[in-house]
């Protein structure tokens, strides 16, 4: 090996290393050496890393994967080997081969199968192929037309799904093969391999396509290259909880590039690992009470969820580390769940857990930003912590594209090798994203002076007010802290009768069914607590039920887009049915300055600017 190459690898090493105190570095089926080989080996990638572990691991007969299929229970599971999931690949690869999938081919995986989804995501990269990958909660239709804009050649779909998906399909340009998941996955193994199998990736081939939650419209298809998706791997090779007792509950959609993620984790670590097929709380909160796992990960509304409905001690007895990324999660549910579980002292457990709290989004890869809570930690205020290790720099941008200084609230943006190689067939949106070398999350939010970066709000959720920007997250913050049993909560801005171009902050809110409080009662108590942590009171109050619903993009976001749409006239209007309000009697709406108020209007976003859009 030449000196600067190996000079350049030690480099690397190091500066992991020198992160693990801050990442809680912990002991590993796959002991240092080995680690350390898998985070200076530039070479590794995602397309391959299956190949490396099964050249490279032992075990290859040991229990890895466990499947609980929807609606299923302890002795339901299905149990996957490295053997297993390599016989399922290879035969999964011979189909795809055998029908006329080749290097570079787009194919559709649309299944609730999640197992089935990841060995598709294997076979298709074993020949070169680039799977996309649809969460089975996405309407045919729309998964109809998101594939239509990739070319897609064909696409694998669960039976149920077959006739909704081919009927929203233009009739002018279909598929080239549709197959049902339950056709594929009964089929025997038949049909030649490639000369070259598995195929070997160059760094910036394609490996996945993996779409955006769709909070902003039709979901955005994020693409991955081979060494871009695997670099925030590296990191977490370290942090995740992987000795000999540990095992993870799997949470994430198994569909989504998250799940991904901690698969591939999973995989290279032999870290046994039961993957979910349902993300709501009652169902993780029943698994975790017969799997006893050390480590979940799960998106932030799984945790509230979980927490809302008062989650037994025991159910989380064994719980070291909770993993959570997408949004910044809330204080009010972390707080509840660092209180349970376990943590080492010495030789000895100790009450309570640690909560890995990551910003991230789907182009970005992996979370970028990283805020570890515990028990005795106190880092909150809608706080993301530092950038990961993997960061070369994170940045805050005002409206003109310069950069912002300590304080200062505007767009959050990194520079980093995890993002995205763009936007498969929209190279406008693309450009649009990149600002600087820089990526643009889409998020708004400011870095304190110690380097730590907080999450005030996404760009398009920010509510523009006669008295200039309201962050609908640093509201949201505190109606969780004041309302223990509301399960979800989307503050949106909904038209201002006094100034009908400008809009004020509602709520609407999806609470436990044992609430008995009236709308109005909640009201007052919420803008009480807003009064009382200097925040802009919210002028009405929805309380969800049966009949209406807060709306969720397929990967259990709210979207606010659809919220905004649909209470935009609340404050002009009496006329909601199948819903609980609660107004202000008073068009005045005071804000109160208090000592731990965050920044709300700084530089490029002050006041009546429009390209903050409400």
């Known amino acids: 090996m030449r000196f600067k190459e190996l ?23 796959r002991g240092l050496r080995a680690r350390l080989e898998l985070l200076a080996d530039k070479q590794l990638g995602a397309g391959d890393y299956f190949w490396h572990t099964l050249e490279r691991g032992q075990d290859h007969d040991k229990p890895l994967f466990y499947h609980l299929p929807p609606g299923g229970g302890e002795d339901d599971v299905v149990v996957y080997t490295l053997n297993n999931l390599r016989d399922q690949t290879e035969r999964y690869a011979r189909w795809y081969h055998n029908i006329g999938v080749r290097h570079a081919d787009r194919v559709g995986i649309f299944t609730r199968d999640g ?50 998906l081919i009927a929203g399909c233009n009739p002018a340009k279909p598929f080239k093969f549709v197959a049902s998941q339950e056709e594929m996955h009964a089929a025997p193994p038949a049909g030649p391999l490639p000369a070259v199998y598995p195929y ?82 009652v169902v993780v909160a029943e698994a975790m009470r017969w799997w006893k796992p050390t480590v979940v990960t799960a998106f932030p ?42 943590h080492r002292v010495g030789g000895s457990w100790r009450p309570g857990s640690r909560y890995l709290d990551g910003l991230g989004a789907s182009e970005m890869g992996m979370a970028l930003f990283l805020n570890i809570h515990g028990p005795n930690t106190n880092t909150y205020n809608r706080c993301v912590g530092y950038p990961e290790p993997i960061v070369q720099h994170a940045a805050v941008f005002d409206d003109d594209g310069a950069e912002l200084g300590i304080g200062e609230v505007g767009y959050l943006a990194v520079r980093t090798p995890t993002v995205t190689l763009g936007y498969w067939g929209d190279q406008e949106l693309t450009q649009k994203s990149i600002h600087k070398g820089y990526w643009l999350t889409g998020d708004v939010g400011y ?11 996404r760009v398009t959720d920010v509510i523009s007010t006669r008295r200039g920007p309201v962050y609908s997250l640093t509201l949201e913050e ?16 909904a ?112 006041g009546k600017n429009k390209s903050v859009p409400a």
């Open 447 to 457: 870095k304190d002076a110690k380097g730590r970066f907080y999450h005030y709000d």
């Open 200 to 281: 070997r990736h160059g760094d910036r081939d394609p490996i996945l396509i993996s779409h955006s939650s769709g909070t902003t419209g039709m979901p955005k298809a994020a693409t991955f290259g081979h060494r871009q998706f695997f670099a925030g791997k590296r990191p977490r090779l370290f942090t995740i909880p992987s000795g000999p007792e540990d095992k993870m509950l799997l949470a994430f959609p198994a569909s989504h590039s998250s799940g991904y993620s901690y698969m591939m984790l999973a995989t290279l670590l032999g870290l046994p690992t039961l993957v979910m097929e349902s993300q709501a709380g």
């Open 7 to 29: 000079k350049g690898r030690l480099r690397t090493v190091q500066r992991y290393v020198a992160a693990v105190p801050r990442m809680h570095f912990t002991e590993s089926h």
């Open 478 to 493: 505190v109606i969780f802290k004041a309302c223990r049993f509301v399960i979800d909560c989307a503050v949106v801005g």
């Open 495 to 606: 038209v201002d009768p006094v100034d009908p171009t400008e809009f004020e902050p509602i709520a609407v809110l999806r609470t436990i069914d044992s609430v008995t409080i009236t709308a109005d009662e909640l009201l007052t108590s919420i803008n009480k607590a807003l009064r009382k942590a200097g925040r802009h009171e919210i002028a009405a109050l929805v309380v969800a039920s049966d009949n209406l619903q807060i709306p969720l993009g397929v990967t259990g976001k709210v979207l606010k887009r659809e919220v905004r749409s649909a209470f935009t006239n609340l404050l002009l209007s009496d006329d909601l049915q199948g819903a609980e309000i609660a107004r202000t009697r008073s068009e005045q709406f005071i804000i109160r300055q208090a000592t731990n108020q965050l920044p709300e209007s700084v530089n490029g976003l002050r």
């Open 301 to 342: 509304i799984t945790y509230a969820e979980i927490v809302a409905l008062g989650a037994e001690p025991s159910v989380a007895s064994h719980v070291t580390t909770w993993i959570s990324t997408a949004d910044a999660s809330h204080e009010a549910h972390v707080r509840e769940l660092v209180r349970l579980g376990r």
């Open 115 to 164: 197992m089935a989804s990841f060995v598709h995501f294997q076979a298709l990269n074993s020949l070169g192929a680039i799977p996309t990958v649809i969460n089975p909660n996405m309407n045919p239709d729309t998964a109809a037309k998101y594939l239509e804009r990739q070319d897609a050649l064909g696409v694998v779909v669960d039976a149920e799904k077959l006739g909704p």
